[in-house]
């Protein structure tokens, strides 16, 4: 079950429940749950766990293949590293921060 793969999903990070539902913004009750497999986990949920934590969709759903995707330029791996370890208003902040400037390159591009 799902349920099983977040709790050992949160465990191979070295999160706590309040830590791991903070990153993908939701509370720990609700993460208390799913672990549990007393709420089926929404699609929506489950996109966010996987973009957050890099981790395989089909490791997610189905228990198959690695845990986490391979990341494909080594070169980023100390910045994702360094990005796992961000509070929850630095994640924030920079999430905010870099959408503004995709968007204003997106914009620039199209003139």
């Known amino acids: 079950m799902e349920g ?7 465990e191979a ?3 706590t429940k309040l830590e791991f539902a903070a990153k993908i913004g939701m509370n720990d009750r609700s993460l208390y749950k799913w672990e549990n497999n007393l709420v089926e986990i929404q699609e929506s949920s489950m996109r ?3 973009s957050t934590f890099n981790v395989n ?29 961000l509070s929850d208003k ?7 921060d870099m959408k503004q400037r ?3 390159l997106r914009k620039c591009l199209k003139k």
Do not use: A, C
């Not at 980023?76 to 590293?81: D, S």
């Not at 630095?90 to 905010?96: D, G, Q």
């Open 13 to 15: 990070l070295g999160l």
């Open 102 to 104: 995709y968007d204003l």
């Open 48 to 50: 966010q766990i996987e």
């Open 57 to 85: 969709p089909e490791w997610l759903r189905n228990g198959k293949g690695k845990m986490f995707l391979p990341i494909l330029n080594p070169e980023l791996e100390p910045i994702v590293e360094w990005m796992k370890n």
């Open 4 to 10: 099983s793969r977040i709790t050992e999903l949160r």
């Open 90 to 96: 630095e994640s924030t902040w920079l999430r905010v």
